[in-house]
């Protein structure tokens, strides 16, 4: 009870510190990309290894002092100098670097989320980056006047937005003395579908119309004329369509396999929601992979009867906003 | 990432990192400890090629344990510069031995750095600093390679990156090493003991064995370094005085204690100008203060002898520097003191009685004692050869030298020939010292080396007191002349060529300045650095206050160097543009990201309507960017000039430009 009360208070104060000094407190609110770095947001400190070499040019230091010995305050001086002013190189490792887009790739809960950081410098290259979100940390270099593109690979658990949070960019370049870093809190988020149920029953299709299926084989019906494109194929274009319009038609044909699927949450009795969602992600996974129209039948909405990569986000992404998933 | 295990590269530069640190204690340190420290650190590199892990421990344990115990072993302690240099390097070496991470890899060159300095407590020439600087930025390029591994790189391409930034960081760090070194308080005096124990160091002693200055004599490291105020005085009048010798028991010949104290000063009497000079002595760890004949008082510090020889209070561990005024022309103690008398004239009874017969004939024939000096010459100068490679000599060792061997060189000589006063009958004593020097017309000053030692004799005469009689000259005058080795002739060896040497005394002058703006620089220096600005002597927290100034100056400029406005994207327009957004964020109005110039000019003109110098900058930015191909210089520098000169106010509603 006491540690809550602890907590809250310390959270308390972290908030008070936000709201009056934000440039120094790392709870900083999402910002829009481009990031770019400056002095107002990097911070420096000495490493552990810093701190054990100025112990050690200290124990330098008194030696030459009480030896007298001129020659070796000379070198300790410069040396200590040459080590102190490794700051200001770590500073400019981190300055003006610029975080300008991020991508991500669409990922089902529990597979691992890609990201794609695109950083992009002045004329001078950075040595010797460090990136960590989360637990993840990569390290990495950027040449001079140029873009690197950082990928990540981070856990996913949740359906919904996940938002990337802090990144921390850190460096201890050149001599590992200092380490400066910033805090990046791009405001992006990645969508996460939901998890694919792994053993799911197969698509609720009719047997009868299975059968209707197979009996017409690869049918083909017009379905609409459209324009030319320069790859389509000569056979395909509608010449007398053409004829009355002053532009290259083209027939497109598409393909019919049967009755739509209609993949219906409400239908899925006995499961949770959370089970049906899975269920239903693996059902328009299946029905791509078989080429079947599907409709999505969702509480709220109703996606569809569609087919394609397009149908298939929309979908997916209506199961992943479902409430319940991740804020 | 500490233990991320280290790539070859990595760990190639810090076994060079580890290695230059203990090679300047290797050449220095006995075999026992050499040979065993070199080996491991060798074996470790050469293992390390083939297999990416330490050198297992039931091998490190023992080497562990087996180091101390050599060094107390062979040192009797574990403390004191010589033995913990020892230590240092072989833990150092055992450090390298487990390093495998990154974390080892930081600690063994941190410790390094620690050994590398330590190595200028045994010898602070230029050369010797100049190469540690070198390995320094080597040990900054090892740091910098454990920052960036070098995976993607060529290993020269790396290599050599790693040790430009090396360099570069320690050419960026001269200014605020400069000040740090020169403005730093130094201590009045040292925290722990200072050290005692005796290193290497060549020079006179208060003994002259045979062979003794032989040594000194194939020595080319220099012993003192002269100034003087005049034109120097002739080469064969520069008899540098050391110790002088009294006591000769059969085969050596060495000083009494209780001639350290001081006499009365009015022994000696001066005819003609003293000269006046100033002597840089490096460092010997011993007493002995050089003088030219006759010193007229003694330096700070030290006293002046009975016989004119000057001793140092203290041992002279480091560079010393003093002023001396000495007459070359005096007369010295022309009543001799009864105990003097006596010292002058003691010889070791029972030894070489060849040379006492010649003498009691010489005073027997000859009678008065110039004439006696004369025939001592004189046989010199017939029958007797100069050379550094002397034979060896027998118990009567100067019966074998006079009427055997009859070769050696100034030591023989003196010893030989002051024997053979006192034989007869004349006081005499041996002067150990140096004779000559080199003159470095660049720099003006003397460089006399050790090889320039020398001995000769003193005698008294009756009314005209002590007389130098420099016995070598009269074998050998070229060793007056032109130096010891040059004499001998012979015995010259291939580095030590003529043309050879004279470089070595010309590049002296580097050292020398070295000695003045460095090795030299004390705390009186220190105190005195501030007369110009009116503080005479100047106090450790004035010193301090300087310091912390100067170095925030620098750092100042360094922080400026590193935060400074970068360039601006785009041309001349643009930058104007971005100032006028600045401004209008200022006043509350700022430009949205996504916001271009009319979308602005509309916003502005609906919040301050009356605001027409501000509308018509707007127009004029969209006319000059947009409407025209490339804007005329003129149009854009009005333009600036405009953005410049626009004063907008931050209250709210009421905005309008002022003068």
Redesign the interface.
Known sequence: MNRLAAATRWSRLLEFAERRLPALTRLKRAESLPIRLDRHRIYVLPTRFGALFSLVLAVMLLGALNYNNNPALLLTCLLGAASYQSVFQAFRTLNRLELHAIRTEPCHAGEPLRVALHFRTDARPRRSLCLRVDAVEIRFDLPAAGEGCVHLTLDAPQRGWRRLGRLRLSSTYPFGLFEVWSWLHPDVAALVYPRLEPQAPPLPLDPAEAQWQTARGSGDELAVLREYRPTDPLRTIAWKASARHDTLLVKEFERRRGRDVVLDFGALHGLDREARLSRLARWVFLAEAAQVRYALVLPDQRLGPGLGAEHRHACLRALALQPGGAP | ?RTTPLTSAQFALTAASVSVAILPHLLRLPWLFAVPIGLLVIGRSVQRRYRAAPIPGWLRLPLILLFPALIVFHYGNLFGREPGSVLACAMLALKLAETETR?DA??AI??A??VL??A??FA?SLG??LL??AA?SLL?AA??E???PGT?RPPLVALREDLR?GAF??F???????I??VF?P??GS???G??TDATAHTGLGDRMAPGTLQELLIDDSPAFRVRFDDPAPPRNDLYWRGPVLWYFDGSAWSRPEFFGSSRAEDELRTAGRAIGYEITLEPSDRRWLLALDMPLAAPDNAVRGADMSLVSRTPVA?LLRYRLRSAPRYQLETTLDPVHRRFALELPPGFDPRARALAARWRRDLGNDEAIIRAALALFHDRFFYTLNAPLLGRDSVDDFLFETRRGFCEHFASAFTFLMRAAGIPARVVTGYQGGYYNEVGDYWIVRQSDAHAWSEVWLAGRGWVRVDPTAAVSPQRVELGARAAAGDSARWYQADWLQTLRNEFDLVNRYWNDA?????ALRQRSLLTPFGIDKAEDSELFAVLMVLSSLVLAL??W???RA?RPDGDALDAAYARLCAKLARAGMARDPAEGPRRLAARVAARWPDQRELQRLLAVYVRLRYACALPSTTAVRAFARAVAALRLRRSPGVVRPIG
């Open positions: 990432m974390r930081h600690a941190a410790f750095g620690f300095m330590s200028l407590l602070d010797v600093s540690l600087l320094l900054l740091l910098r454990l920052e960036v993607s930034a960081a320690l960026a760090a001269v200014p605020l090493g400069l740090a070194f730093l130094r201590l040292p925290l722990w200072a050290p480091n460095v090795v030299q620089f004390n360094a922080l160097w590193v935060i970068e």
